[in-house]
């Protein structure tokens, strides 16, 4: 049993100013953190003991569904991430550490070394020097590890820091079907684990974005401040990252009309914009207008068409195989093409640049436009009657439309709805991206030699710590899930000067521990309401209320957090009835 007294709980009354949702205020005033810098955080006892509770539930499922726990470097020797596939992509993200030299205009422009964000490249280097069959296979390993990530606005505490803690795995399969059982096993470690949280969430699909693969889900946290969309269906069950997300609106049997008429340039004087020629005297609408939007893709442009009332989704790019995609600039636009943005037009025969271009990729949406209008290729000129089929100049239909709330299910035609919500943990299925890139190559029976198939698995344990603040605090403070609470009891002594008092206390808090709990002892000189207050700030699922007109009357106040409720138990009683709590909620991890 810890004595207040003795450790360290420095409680704020006010919120920092810096502070913008309630979990970061929660973290701050409950005495858990305090910022050492933008984005970088000191963990103090009570957001420390907190942690290592995470951490140890992660290690339980991990280790329960057959993932191995190693420890690999935070310092990485930037050639592995020049021979792995995302170096160009990750780069900017990443700290360096450079040799100490005189003069700062001597270091290289690459670094010696970098800070790790995630452990690809290390794991996949290490696999493929130590495994070579596939006798050796499957293999899953797994580290809870410093990570750092040069977040250009860190913010919201931990949600978005520089420095953070994170579990990452990484699996190694002989098969893809191996693969597959691989990631559904992580799947069900991952359920269990928050689960044991004390969280609320969903399994979304995700998007991969630079760590690639062929697929991916994102384990999200509802919650009114997440940095996250997702759109879901009551009624089938799908659930999306937004990035990710598809919907019903373009039917499979979708007939496209006929041509109206012949191809008809007309001038558009002044008119940039989606919303200028639905105006008047044009008046053509958004749905009725193709948007011809230019990217660079390592360093090719390409071209993205749209329906005038969409908006790209920008991840979804991410499907046609560039290392790197930019939106393209005015002047390399008007090179390009020979007109603005809001004169572009993707229309066969009047594209100037067309044999520069790395590809013409057009959204599926554009079907429902069928008959329309885009610009000309010339600054003040459209061109109408535009035929998706007979006119359009598309390399490829692909998904690239941000999906909008209200929009029919992919799977049962249902409206989408939109939440928000925090990303707590992400699984990819990588494929051989990787172990292609470092020759981790497994021999068969045959020997005959493969790529290992790869799965890689991250929870971001600090963001865990807040998400379950996020979504569970109240006005008072904080009501902590029992597993995951830095103490389970706090027994508030009143007067800490009374021998009896504390007699009774030790002999309360002892029977809480043999229940399993851990147990604080508010033995500070401090009034009732401070005490009281705090209790309910720092959100300790028990209080047991010591005091001396309670003696008298041969009665202890025990009071539960999550629902404030408040019972008078019986001295004689009250050690079995903190045992009986305690080992009850211990039970339910």
């Not at 990485?76 to 995302?86: A, M, S």
């Not at 999200?220 to 997702?230: H, K, L, R, S």
Request: hydrophobic letters at 40%.
């Amino acid at each position: 049993m810890q004595r207040w007294s003795e450790t360290f709980i420095p409680t704020l009354k006010e919120s920092p100013a810096e502070a913008e949702i309630p979990s970061h205020r929660l973290l701050l005033r409950a005495g858990l953190v305090r910022k050492s810098g933008a984005g970088i955080y000191a963990f103090l006892p009570l957001g420390l003991r907190a942690l290592r509770k995470i951490e140890a539930l992660c290690r339980e499922e991990l280790n329960r569904h057959g993932a191995m726990e190693v420890l690999l470097p935070a310092v990485h020797p930037v050639e592995l991430w020049k021979r792995g596939p995302r170096w160009e992509a990750a780069r900017e993200v990443m700290y360096r550490v450079d040799s100490a030299a005189s003069d700062p205009a001597t270091l290289p422009a690459d670094p010696e070394y970098v800070l790790g964000p995630t452990h690809e490249e290390i794991i996949t280097a290490l696999a493929a020097a130590e495994i070579a069959s596939y006798r050796d296979l499957p293999k899953n390993f797994y580290q809870i590890q410093t990570k750092f990530r040069n977040e250009i606005r860190p913010r919201f505490g931990l949600m978005r820091a520089r420095e953070f803690i994170m579990k990452d795995g990484y699996s190694f399969d002989v098969s893809d079907e191996a693969a597959v059982e691989t990631y559904e096993r992580m799947r069900q470690a991952y359920e269990g684990f928050f689960t044991r949280c004390g969280l609320e969430f969903s399994m979304v699909e995700a998007d991969t974005g630079v760590m690639g693969g062929s697929h991916s889900h994102e384990f999200m946290v509802p919650a009114a401040v997440g940095d996250d969309d997702v759109l879901y269906c009551r009624e089938s069950g799908y659930a999306s990252n937004r990035e990710r997300a598809r919907s019903g609106l373009v039917p499979e049997n979708l007939r496209i009309p006929e041509p109206e008429g012949a191809v008809e340039e007309f001038p558009t004087p002044g008119v940039t914009t989606i919303a200028d020629l639905s105006a008047e005297p044009y008046r053509v609408p958004a749905d009725r207008q193709y948007k011809t939007l230019v990217y660079i893709g390592d360093g090719r442009p390409f071209l993205v068409v749209l329906r005038g009332c969409d908006d790209l989704e920008e991840a979804k790019l991410g499907t046609l195989g560039f290392q790197q995609v930019r939106p393209a600039r005015a002047d390399e636009t008007s090179e390009l093409l020979g007109a603005e943005p809001g004169s572009l037009g993707a229309v066969r025969g009047r594209m100037p640049g067309r044999e520069r271009l790395a590809g013409i990729y057009a959204d599926e949406a554009i079907r429902l436009v069928g008959n329309g209008t885009t610009g000309a290729n010339r600054d003040g000129f459209h061109v109408r009657n535009i035929h998706v089929e007979r006119d359009l100049d598309i390399d490829r239909f692909g998904d690239f439309r941000r999906v909008q709330p209200g929009e029919p299910c992919p799977q049962c035609g249902k409206p989408l709805e939109l939440a928000r919500a925090i990303e707590v943990g992400h699984i990819f299925k990588l494929g051989t991206k990787y172990s292609e890139a470092f020759e981790a190559f497994y021999t068969d029976t045959e020997r005959k030699r493969h790529p290992m198939v790869m799965g890689c698995y991250g929870i971001g344990i600090s963001r865990t710590l807040q998400a379950v603040i996020e979504q569970r605090h109240d006005e008072k403070g904080i009501i902590w899930p029992w597993n995951v609470a830095p103490f389970q009891v706090v027994i508030t002594l009143l007067d800490p000067g009374d021998a009896n008092a504390v007699e009774v206390a030790e002999r309360l808090g002892g029977a809480a521990e043999e229940g399993g709990a851990d147990v604080l002892l508010d033995d500070r000189d401090a009034r009732p309401g401070v005490k009281f207050n705090d209790a309910d700030l720092i959100g300790f699922p028990v209080r047991v209320v010591i005091g001396r007109r309670g003696l008298a009357g041969g009665v202890v106040e025990l009071h539960t957090r999550h629902d404030g409720a408040c019972e008078q138990v019986a001295l004689e009683e009250a050690p079995d009835r903190l045992r009986e709590i305690a080992s009850g909620l211990q039970r339910a991890r």
